[in-house]
């Protein structure tokens, strides 16, 4: 069983940052692709950012240059910094961990979600 747990999330005048983290812990024999999703009131659930085992990136058009997503492998660890934070960044947002056990098959795990408001 693997365990998903994000931090980090609070409210934030429009204009500021948070630092946003993602562990997951468990039975991992290796990490695959980690990724950021949000999900705002009345909204379907969006990717902000992926961040491949290789490094490879991808962002959502509305948080390019201003969000940096980057993990620590060894600590199986996902962060997202956010800066010139707005309004409509306000949402629930979620990290997707895929991974692999030891026998080899893949598997994708959600953490619990962590809150961010942006006060206009």
């Known amino acids: 069983q693997v365990h998903v747990v994000e931090s980090g999330g609070g409210l934030v005048q429009a204009g500021g940052s948070l630092r946003l983290s993602c562990v997951a812990s468990?039975?991992?024999?290796?990490?695959?692709?980690m990724a950021w999703y949000r999900q705002a009131p009345g909204k379907q659930r969006e990717l902000v950012a992926l961040?491949?085992?290789?490094?490879?990136?991808v962002y959502a058009d509305s948080v390019k240059g201003r969000f940096t997503i980057s993990r620590d492998n060894a600590k199986n660890t996902l962060y997202l910094q956010m800066n010139s934070l707005k309004f409509e960044d306000t949402a629930v947002y979620y990290c997707?961990?895929?991974?692999?056990?030891?026998?080899?098959?893949?598997?994708?795990?959600w953490g619990q979600g962590t809150q961010v408001t942006v006060s206009s």
């Open positions: 997707y961990a895929e991974y692999y056990t030891v026998d080899y098959s893949r598997h994708g795990s």
């Open positions: 961040m491949r085992s290789g490094g490879a990136t």
């Open positions: 468990g039975n991992i024999f290796a990490n695959n692709d």
